[in-house]
């Protein structure tokens, strides 16, 4: 499903929008609106993920890996 909304660009991106649909990369300004959208939301995504990423401790998540898993593996069967 999809919602109709209005926006308003600066005359310069209009006429880049304009060219890359001359040179046929996007059937229309709304498909070409739509993609950098979807893209830059797919790059803040991954950008706050990094930062969550960064603020694990390596060690504590290593022991915290690791918790139990001495007593475990004992019962583990042979391969």
């Known amino acids: 499903m999809k919602s109709k909304i209005?926006?308003?660009?600066?005359?310069?991106?209009?006429?880049?929008?304009?060219?890359?649909?001359?040179?046929?990369?996007y059937k229309n300004r709304s498909q070409a609106i739509e993609e950098a959208v979807s893209e830059k939301l797919d790059r803040l995504k991954r950008g706050r993920l990094a930062r969550?990423?960064?603020k694990l401790e390596p060690v504590e998540e290593q022991e915290l890996a690791e918790e139990g898993f001495e007593e475990d593996s004992a019962n583990w069967p042979e391969y």
């Open 52 to 54: 969550e990423c960064a």
């Open 6 to 25: 209005a926006i308003t660009l600066d005359e310069k991106i209009v006429k880049q929008l304009d060219w890359l649909i001359m040179q046929q990369s």
